[in-house]
Every structure is written in C-alpha cells, then in structure tokens.
C-alpha cells in the first residue's frame, strides 16, 4: 500500500477475515470479521494490546455477534469481496502507521484503523468495552517500547532510517510487529543469527552464534530502545565511513553501549569493540 508493506500477522489477520466472514455465512467481509480475526489471533501487538486493556476475546466476539443482521446467506467461497468500509479501514491503518512513524502496517494499526473508523459494527463494539484511540494507542508504543508520551518526528527517524541496510531494515520491521521481542537485547539476539555483517565477523572470531543468541536472549539486560541501539550503530557507520548501516555496525553499537550496561556475553567470549572495529576495517574497508 503506496509503500507500506503488510507484516507476516497482518496477512494471516486478512486471511482469517475472510474465514470469520465465510464462518457466520456471510458474502462480504467487513470491519466486524477484520476485528474478529484480530482478537482471535494469539500474536501480534494488537491482541497484546487488547490484552494490557483488560479485553478477552469472548467478549470481543459476543459484542460483535450481538450487534450482526440476522443472514441465511450461504459463503460462496474463499475470494469474498471487502466491502468498502473495509477498504478504508486498511487506509486508516497506512495512516495510523504514518502517524506512529511506522513504514510498515502491524495488527496495531488494524486496531487503531478499527477504532478510529468510528461508525462501524466493530468500532461500536469496542466502544462498548471501553477501547479508545488514545487507550490502544499508549499501550502499542509501550508494548513496542516507545515514549508514548514523546514521539519521535519523522525527520528524527529518517536521521538513520533512511541508511540502514536492507537486512537490518527487514529485521526492524520483523520485530516491531511482535511486542514481546522489541527490546534491544531481543532485536540483537535475533540478529547476529542473520547472515550479514556481524553473523560474519563473530564466526571468524571463534564465537558460537547460537550459543550466544541463546545466552543473549536468556540473561543480557540493556536500557534505551531499538532507536538508541541503531542511533549508535548509525555513528559506528559514519565514523568508518560505510555507505549504509549494516549488522556489523549494530554488533559495534552494543559492544560500545557494553561498560554503560553491563553486557556480559559478548565480553565473556572476548570479543571487545577494539577487535570487532579492526576486523571489520580489513573485511569490509
């Protein structure tokens, strides 16, 4: 959507749309089958966030189901057409994406589009549980580890944004829309696995990657937010004078972030910035 790209929970959302809509023997899907296929899912930052509100998907449902036209109308078959409050829906959540700074479209900005519509079957049934805009709002950029209180400006993101290389580019995307791996230390774990830069040099230095995503993702700590992690790897880019931000320039970012953190793992293993740097300088200069 105008360069908006659907996470992996989005798809399965729209997909499972369409059999909520078949399910209850409708010829159309709608808001009403978006929400119900929202609130059925068991990943994703909307249902986390429905969750932190206090809302169980059974009521989700009754409150839907309730407020449904009585229809004898049999599905037809997979390819249901949306109607077009639907269709407006998915350019609600391009714009509650754009508002949040977001270049992809999440299950959280499902939930915003659905609340934010205000007219509809599934708005009204939100209203009566008590979901506001501002309410789903709070607690997606907290559950995405965002200042909800301050929000970055898009020129802020573009600072770095705009540099960062595709894979780590991916990856970013990948774990913003799974609100339980949206710390610093989890977006790192993950990403020494992938192969780039980083997955690269910690081989050539002895290390056991699996092992030490695993330790990583067990028992590192770290403050701040993925911003911070890839402000400081968009220093380590500019400083070796690298066209795009790379995991290796990630990998730099945590070890000099390390003394303030206490990051143990990759200390353990002796691996230092000082060797990460001049192993990088002959592999990638």
């Given amino acids: 959507m105008q360069g908006y790209n659907f996470t992996e929970h989005v798809r399965v959302v729209l997909m499972r749309s369409r059999e909520a809509a078949a399910g209850?023997?409708?010829?159309y899907v709608a808001p009403e089958h978006l929400l119900l296929a929202l609130s059925r899912s068991t990943e994703g930052v909307a249902v986390a966030v429905l969750s932190q509100l206090g809302i169980e998907s059974a009521n989700v449902e009754r409150e839907v189901i309730e407020r449904l036209p009585q229809s004898k109308a049999v599905a037809t078959g997979p390819d249901l057409p949306w109607t077009s409050s639907a269709k407006k829906i998915l350019e609600l959540a391009m714009a509650a994406a754009r508002d949040l700074?977001?270049?992809y479209i999440g299950t959280e900005h499902i939930l915003l589009a659905l609340i934010n519509e205000g007219t509809s079957i599934a708005a009204q049934a939100l209203a009566t549980l008590g979901v506001t805009a501002e309410g789903a709002r709070r607690q997606t950029l907290l559950l995405?580890?965002?200042?909800p209180d301050?929000?970055?400006?898009?020129?802020e993101h573009r600072h770095f944004l705009g540099d960062i290389g595709p894979t780590t580019h991916r990856l970013a995307?990948?774990?913003h829309s799974?609100?339980?791996?949206t710390t610093p230390a989890a977006f790192f774990a993950r990403l020494v696995q992938i192969d780039g830069g980083a997955h690269h040099l910690l081989t050539l230095l002895s290390v056991d990657v699996a092992?030490?995503?695993w330790e990583i993702a067990q028992r590192e700590w770290i403050g701040g937010s993925i911003i911070d992690l890839l402000s400081a790897a968009n220093a380590e880019k500019r400083s070796l004078r690298d066209p795009a931000i790379g995991t290796q320039h990630v990998l730099l970012a945590y070890l000099a972030l390390s003394p303030a953190h206490g990051y143990r793992a990759l200390s353990e293993r002796g691996v230092t910035h000082a060797s990460v740097r001049a192993l990088a300088e002959k592999i990638f200069g």
Avoid: K, P, T
């Fill in 101 to 103: 700074n977001h270049s």
């Fill in 144 to 147: 995405l580890n965002q200042d």
């Fill in 178 to 181: 799974v609100a339980e791996a």
């Fill in 150 to 155: 301050r929000q970055a400006s898009a020129a």
């Fill in 173 to 175: 995307r990948l774990l």
């Fill in 24 to 27: 209850l023997g409708h010829q």
């Fill in 211 to 213: 092992a030490l995503e």
